[in-house]
């Protein structure tokens, strides 16, 4: 996975739902196939940086994947906060508005 590719996922993961979250729910957030997820999410999991409960299929963020997030994300996330507040819009809103233009879409 490129660089900025895995960055886009990692801010997508950072948008889930802290208590777990499903492949199509990032497959929706980057507008891609749960196919073209589902391979990213094995490389992930080989990594540590995700981790996957087998019975539900939800997929949970690894201390690991949090550090990794977290160093990322924080100009994301002051960006998402910014444009939320500048522009009425909702967290998630905002955070997409903000992954959107960090990635340059």
């Known amino acids: 996975m490129k660089p900025c590719t895995r960055r886009k996922l990692y801010l997508a993961i950072a948008e889930c ?3 777990g979250f499903k492949a199509v729910d990032l497959a929706s957030s980057l507008g891609v196939s749960r196919a073209c997820v589902f391979k990213e999410i094995r490389v992930l999991l080989d990594e540590g ?3 996957m409960n087998p019975s ?5 963020m690894t201390k690991k994947g949090k ?3 977290d160093r990322l994300s924080e100009v994301y996330l002051k960006l998402s906060s ?3 507040e500048s522009f009425s ?4 809103e ?4 903000a992954r ?3 990635e340059g879409c």
């Open 17 to 19: 739902d802290e208590n």
């Open 49 to 51: 940086i995700i981790r």
């Open 56 to 60: 539900s299929k939800r997929l949970y």
């Open 67 to 69: 550090e990794e997030i």
């Open 82 to 84: 910014c444009i939320s």
């Open 89 to 92: 819009l909702s967290q998630l």
């Open 94 to 97: 905002g955070k997409r508005a």
């Open 100 to 102: 959107d233009l960090l």
